[in-house]
């Protein structure tokens, strides 16, 4: 069985890449690596966690997001879902800026790389590879664009991976913040005749 391209990507040092192994059996529930344990729980905090999700462990994991997002994470690594993985950063509003791109943030600090206008792969590269060589550029900043191009190139040259450009649906509100929520012409009729 010939191994997983994603795994042979020189990555895992540079840009915080783990976990891209695939194994058998059972489809990971998680992205990150897992494993069983025990809990012994009050019945009262059973039935919060399953109202937050029906499955207890997702449960827990919603709930901590917010402390996980206080940790230091890599500027760029790879998220696999199956046999594909995306690139999540560290947000910053250079990345966006100097390359055109929004960043999609993610509930653990993190963000995913959208193209609100039509850009190739190969361009975004170039953009970032030019942006490197700005001495203007944060420490920070040049962490995440240099981590974002090894990951491109690293994947550009490897015989067994293909760069595919997605698109993803983002819901916008037309409200601003804070302004009252739209009411139901049902609701409204009701209103009126309560009055």
Same mark, same amino acid.
Do not use: C, W
């Given at each position: 069985? !010939?191994?997983?391209?994603?795994?042979?990507?020189?990555?895992?040092?540079?840009?915080? $890449?783990?976990?891209?192994?695939?194994?058998?059996?059972?489809?990971?529930?998680?992205?990150?690596?897992?494993? &069983?344990?025990?809990?012994?729980?009050? =019945?009262?905090?059973?039935?919060? *966690?399953?109202?937050?999700? #029906?499955?207890?462990?997702? #449960?827990? $994991?919603?709930?901590?997001?917010? =402390?996980?997002?206080?940790?230091?994470? !890599?500027?760029?690594?790879? &998220?696999?879902?199956?046999?594909?993985?995306?690139?999540?950063?560290?947000?910053?509003?250079?990345? =966006?800026?100097?390359?055109? /791109?929004?960043?999609?943030?993610? +509930?653990?600090?993190? #963000?995913?790389?959208?193209?609100?206008? +039509?850009?190739? %792969? &190969?361009? *975004?590269?170039?953009? /970032?590879?030019?942006?490197?060589?700005?001495?203007?550029?944060?420490?920070?900043?040049?962490?995440?664009?240099?981590?974002?191009?090894?990951?491109?190139?690293?994947?550009?040259?490897?015989?067994? /991976?293909? $760069?595919?450009?997605?698109?993803? %649906?983002?819901?916008?509100?037309?409200?601003?913040?804070? &302004?009252?929520? #739209? %009411?139901?012409?049902?609701?409204?009729?009701?209103?009126?005749?309560?009055?």
């Amino acid at each position: 069985m !010939a191994g997983d391209p994603l795994q042979e990507l020189p990555l895992e040092k540079a840009s915080g $890449v783990t976990g891209l192994t695939r194994r058998r059996g059972r489809p990971r529930k998680f992205l990150a690596p897992s494993r &069983a344990i025990t809990l012994t729980l009050p =019945e009262h905090v059973i039935d919060a *966690l399953s109202a937050v999700d #029906a499955d207890l462990s997702r #449960a827990v $994991v919603r709930l901590t997001q917010p =402390e996980l997002a206080k940790r230091p994470h !890599a500027p760029a690594e790879l &998220a696999r879902y199956g046999q594909r993985a995306v690139i999540v950063v560290n947000p910053t509003r250079t990345l =966006e800026q100097r390359t055109g /791109i929004t960043l999609v943030p993610l +509930p653990d600090g993190r #963000a995913l790389i959208s193209f609100e206008r +039509p850009r190739t %792969i &190969a361009d *975004l590269e170039l953009t /970032i590879s030019d942006s490197i060589a700005d001495s203007r550029l944060s420490r920070d900043d040049q962490a995440t664009f240099q981590a974002i191009e090894e990951i491109l190139r690293a994947a550009r040259r490897a015989k067994d /991976i293909t $760069v595919h450009q997605r698109s993803i %649906i983002v819901l916008e509100s037309r409200r601003r913040s804070g &302004a009252p929520a #739209a %009411i139901s012409r049902k609701a409204r009729i009701s209103a009126k005749a309560s009055t």
